[in-house]
């Protein structure tokens, strides 16, 4: 979960021709994670499997709600390729929702 969730934070800030690494060190670190914990006798395959089950579903949710109040301030939709906020990357981010609405 904390892997997902700074991978998702994080993503806007690294170049895009570098997305893939972030990605890679991540799955690498949840599997190596988890693999640990089976060989050193701390956890069954099945605990792995419903720990890494939990925390996909816990980010999936959490990010659904964030895409949700994303779309209700006006933001457009994002992918995970692009992270959850992408505006930070830019000098200008966005301006507040009406903004272009007053005179």
Known sequence: TSCAVL???LLPLVPRPWRPLPWALAA???V??????????????????????LGLAVVTATTA???A???????RRTTPA??????IRSGR???PVGAAERP
């Open 65 to 67: 709600a964030f895409e």
């Open 32 to 53: 190596g994670v988890g693999y640990t914990r089976v060989a050193l006798g701390v956890h069954w395959v099945s605990d792995v499997l419903g720990g890494w089950l």
């Open 93 to 95: 981010p966005e301006p």
């Open 69 to 75: 109040w994303r779309a209700d301030v006006g933001r």
């Open 82 to 87: 692009q992270g959850l906020e992408p505006e």
């Open 7 to 9: 991978l998702l934070a």
């Open 28 to 30: 690498v670190s949840v």
